[in-house]
C-alpha cells in the first residue's frame, strides 16, 4: 500500500477495476427494469382500442388512458429523484418496483373506466422510478466505456417494446386486454425478487460521508472483477476540492476569483441545504452554473417524448382513421391484428436506432448524435403531411422511429452526465417529469388530431417539436463523452472548449 498522501476517487476506481462480472449483474438487474418499463409503456397502444370498443369510449376518453399513465409519472420522476437522492438509489427503486408491480397486476381487475384510469395512473407514479434505476446503472460504469454500455442498457427498452409486442399479438385474440395487462406486470415482480443482490452507489455513499461502505461495495466490485483498486485512500471529490483549495483562507476572501470559488460555495451552501429541504434541490437546478443545461435538458426531454410516443401511437391510430377519413377504402373494423403486425414491425425499428446511437454516441459524441437523430426524424416524417397508404405509412414511422429511438437513447446517457452526483437523479428526474409533459399532450395530437381527420396538423407540430429539440440540442454548454462524472456542482462547471 502507497502512503497515506496518495488518493483516488470513486471514478479511477472503477477504471482500473474495468467493466466486468459485478457490472453484467447491475446491467441485468436495471434492464429488466427497463423492460418493465417499456412493456407498460407499448401496452398502451393495444389497451386503449380494445376497452373503447368495449366500454363504447369517446376518443377523449381514450387518450386519458394513455395520458394519466404520464401524469402519474411526471409525479413520480420528479418523487422519486428526490427520495433517491436523499435516502439512496436502492430505496428509490424498489419503492417504484412494489408500486408499477401492485398497481400493473389490479388493473388487470378493473371492473369499469374509472378504476382502469385510478390504476394506470398508479402504474405511471411507479414507473416514474426509471431515471433512478438508469443513474444507479451509470453511476458503477467506468467512464471511458460509459456511452456503449449505457447503449446496451438501453436495448433492454428495445427488447421490452418488441416483447409485449410479440405478447399483444398472442394474446389480445385469445385471451383479451386483461390478460395482457396482468402478464405485463410480471418484469417488475423480478425487481422485487432480486433486490436483496443489490449494492448502493458508491458515490452516493461517499457523498453522504458513508466512506467505509463505500470502499466496502468497491472492494466487493474489486473481487467479482478479479482486479484491484488502486492503491491509496478513497477520497471524495469535496475533498479532492478543498485539498486543492486549502490556502484560501476564508469562503469570503478577495483571494477568491470572481465567478468561480466564490460560486462554488454559494452553490455548495444549495446542495447541502438541499439534503435537508428537497425544496431545494430544484433551486440547485437552477443554479447559475447548472440553470442553462437544465433549462435546455427540459425542452429535449420533452420533444424526444412527445415524438416518441406519437411515433408509437400513429403506427395504429392512422390506420385506424384511415377508415373514417378515407372512406373509399376498405373498412378494417374488426381487423386488429393488421395493429398488432404494424405495431410489432415498426419495434424492430428500435435496433437499427440502437447501432446507430452505439456506433455514433462514442464516435461523434453526444451532441452530434442526438442532433442529426431529430433532424433526420423530421425528414421521415414530412410524407404524413398528406395521407399516404398503409404501406408507406408503415415504412415512414418504421424511420422516424429508427431516428427518434436512437436520439432518446443519447438523451438518457447524456443527461445523468451533466448533472453532479448531489443532485443527478432529482436533475434527470425533473427533466424525464418534463418529458412526461410531452407525454401526456402527444395523445391529444396522436389519437385526438387525427381521430377528427386532422392528420397535416397533427403531423405539423410533430415536425416543429422535434425541430425546436434539435436546435435546443446544438445550444448544449459542453460534450460529455469520455468525461469523468462529477460529484459536487462546483465541479461540474463547463469546461474549456478544448475539453470533451
Known amino acids: 500500500m502507497a502512503d497515506g498522501n496518495t488518493r483516488f476517487t470513486v471514478d479511477e476506481a472503477l477504471v482500473a477495476m474495468g467493466f466486468g462480472k459485478f457490472q453484467i449483474y447491475v446491467l441485468a438487474y436495471a434492464g429488466m427494469g427497463w423492460v418493465a418499463e417499456a412493456m407498460e409503456m407499448m401496452l398502451l397502444s393495444f389497451v386503449g382500442p380494445a376497452v373503447q370498443s368495449l366500454w363504447n369510449l369517446s376518443a377523449r376518453q381514450e387518450s386519458l388512458i394513455t395520458s394519466v399513465v404520464f401524469a402519474?409519472?411526471?409525479?413520480?420522476?420528479?418523487?422519486?429523484?428526490?427520495?433517491?437522492?436523499k435516502h439512496g438509489r436502492r430505496k428509490g427503486f424498489i419503492i417504484t418496483a412494489v408500486v408499477t408491480f401492485v398497481a400493473g397486476f389490479l388493473s388487470a381487475f378493473s371492473p369499469n373506466y374509472m378504476w382502469l384510469i385510478i390504476l394506470r395512473c398508479l402504474v405511471g407514479l411507479g414507473l416514474g422510478g426509471g431515471p433512478v434505476l438508469a443513474s444507479w446503472y451509470l453511476e458503477f460504469i467506468p467512464a471511458p466505456s460509459r456511452g456503449t454500455w449505457m447503449v446496451v442498457f438501453s436495448a433492454f427498452w428495445t427488447v421490452g417494446t418488441i416483447f409485449e409486442a410479440s405478447l399483444a399479438w398472442l394474446v389480445m385474440p385469445r385471451l383479451g386486454w386483461r390478460w395482457l395487462l396482468a402478464f405485463s406486470a410480471v418484469p417488475s415482480s423480478?425487481?422485487?425478487?432480486?433486490?436483496?443482490?443489490?449494492?448502493?452507489?458508491?458515490r452516493y455513499l461517499i457523498l453522504q460521508g458513508r466512506k467505509a461502505e463505500a470502499l466496502a461495495i468497491l472492494e466487493k466490485i474489486a473481487r467479482m472483477n478479479k482486479t484491484q483498486l488502486p492503491p491509496g485512500v478513497l477520497s471524495s471529490e469535496l475533498e479532492t476540492e478543498l485539498e486543492e483549495n486549502?490556502?484560501?483562507?476564508?469562503?469570503?476572501?478577495?483571494?477568491?476569483?470572481?465567478?468561480?470559488?466564490?460560486?462554488?460555495?454559494?452553490?455548495?451552501?444549495?446542495?447541502?441545504?438541499?439534503?435537508?429541504?428537497?425544496?431545494?434541490?430544484?433551486?440547485?437546478?437552477?443554479?447559475?452554473?447548472?440553470?442553462?443545461?437544465?433549462?435546455?435538458?427540459?425542452?429535449?426531454?420533452?420533444?424526444?417524448?412527445?415524438?416518441?410516443?406519437?411515433?408509437?401511437?400513429?403506427?395504429?391510430?392512422?390506420?385506424?382513421?384511415?377508415?373514417?377519413?378515407y372512406p373509399t377504402e376498405k373498412q378494417l373494423r374488426n381487423s386488429n391484428d393488421v395493429n398488432y403486425r404494424d405495431v410489432f414491425i415498426a419495434s424492430f425499428a428500435e435496433f437499427p436506432g440502437l447501432l446507430i446511437s452505439a456506433a455514433m454516441v462514442d464516435r461523434i459524441g453526444r451532441k452530434a448524435s442526438m442532433a442529426?437523430?431529430?433532424?433526420?426524424?423530421?425528414?421521415?416524417?414530412?410524407?404524413?403531411?398528406?395521407h399516404q397508404s398503409p404501406f408507406i405509412t408503415t415504412v415512414v414511422l418504421f424511420g422516424g422511429r429508427i431516428c427518434i429511438s436512437a436520439a432518446f437513447t443519447v438523451v438518457y446517457i447524456y443527461a445523468p452526465e451533466i448533472y453532479p452526483t448531489a443532485v443527478r437523479t432529482t436533475g434527470v428526474g425533473v427533466g424525464s417529469s418534463v418529458g412526461r409533459i410531452?407525454?401526456?399532450?402527444?395523445?391529444?395530437?396522436?389519437?385526438?388530431?387525427?381521430?377528427?381527420?386532422?392528420?397535416?396538423?397533427?403531423?405539423?407540430?410533430?415536425?416543429?417539436?422535434?425541430?425546436?429539440?434539435?436546435?435546443?440540442?446544438?445550444?448544449?454548454?459542453?460534450?460529455?463523452?469520455?468525461?469523468?462524472?462529477?460529484?459536487?456542482?462546483?465541479?461540474?462547471?463547463e469546461p474549456p472548449s478544448a475539453s470533451v
Not at 402519474?72 to 437522492?85: C, E, K, P, R, T
Not at 433532424?375 to 398528406?386: D, G, M
Not at 410533430?462 to 448544449?476: A, D, H, K
Open 72 to 85: 402519474g409519472m411526471l409525479i413520480g420522476a420528479y418523487s422519486w429523484g428526490i427520495v433517491s437522492d
Open 190 to 202: 423480478l425487481l422485487l425478487l432480486f433486490y436483496r443482490w443489490t449494492s448502493e452507489s458508491p
Open 246 to 325: 486549502k490556502n484560501i483562507p476564508t469562503e469570503n476572501t478577495h483571494l477568491l476569483k470572481a465567478g468561480e470559488s466564490g460560486e462554488a460555495v454559494a452553490v455548495s451552501k444549495i446542495v447541502l441545504k438541499a439534503d435537508k429541504e428537497p425544496g431545494f434541490s430544484l433551486l440547485a437546478l437552477l443554479s447559475p452554473t447548472l440553470m442553462k443545461r437544465t433549462l435546455l435538458l427540459w425542452v429535449v426531454f420533452f420533444g424526444n417524448a412527445f415524438a416518441y410516443y406519437g411515433v408509437v401511437l400513429l403506427t395504429t391510430e392512422l390506420n385506424n382513421s384511415h377508415n373514417r377519413c
Open 372 to 386: 442529426s437523430m431529430l433532424f433526420t426524424c423530421c425528414i421521415f416524417l414530412l410524407p404524413l403531411l398528406s
Open 438 to 493: 410531452g407525454g401526456i399532450l402527444c395523445p391529444l395530437v396522436a389519437v385526438g388530431l387525427v381521430h377528427g381527420c386532422h392528420q397535416t396538423i397533427a403531423v405539423l407540430l410533430f415536425e416543429v417539436v422535434i425541430l425546436v429539440s434539435g436546435i435546443c440540442v446544438c445550444l448544449f454548454p459542453f460534450e460529455t463523452s469520455g468525461r469523468d462524472l462529477t460529484d459536487s456542482i462546483s465541479a461540474s462547471k
